[in-house]
């Protein structure tokens, strides 16, 4: 008996995904990472790392540092801080710490 050809995975848009629910960090199926369509200012504990997707981000560290990135930048988050968007908004994956 002939076995069925292997199917490759559904794609997912990732920032579209994201802005279905502003603000709101969803988790990506089967990874651990979740995107998140920033539209305001949103707090983050210490661990892990966000690269920016879409658009620019501020990050704002609890130390007083901050640094900007752009799309396609990324950057470890070793201590408590804050996300906000440069320009209105903007999309971001994170990943959780140890991965």
């Keep these: 008996m002939p076995s069925l050809p292997p199917?490759?995975?559904?794609?997912?848009?990732?920032?579209?995904?994201?802005?279905?629910?502003?603000?709101?960090?969803v988790w990506l199926p089967a990874t651990n990472l979740r995107a998140l369509h920033l539209t305001r200012p949103t707090l983050g504990a210490a661990g892990g790392a966000v690269i920016c997707s879409e658009g620019e981000l501020l990050i704002d560290?609890?130390?007083?540092?901050?640094?900007?990135l752009r799309q396609g930048e990324a950057c470890a988050l070793p201590s408590a801080?804050?996300?906000l968007p440069a320009r209105g908004?903007?999309?971001?994956?994170?990943?959780?710490q140890g991965t």
Excluded: M, Q, W, Y
């Design 7 to 25: 199917h490759a995975p559904a794609a997912l848009n990732v920032l579209r995904l994201a802005k279905v629910t502003p603000d709101i960090a």
């Design 61 to 68: 560290f609890e130390s007083g540092a901050f640094l900007h």
């Design 81 to 83: 801080h804050r996300l």
């Design 89 to 96: 908004s903007c999309t971001v994956l994170l990943v959780a």
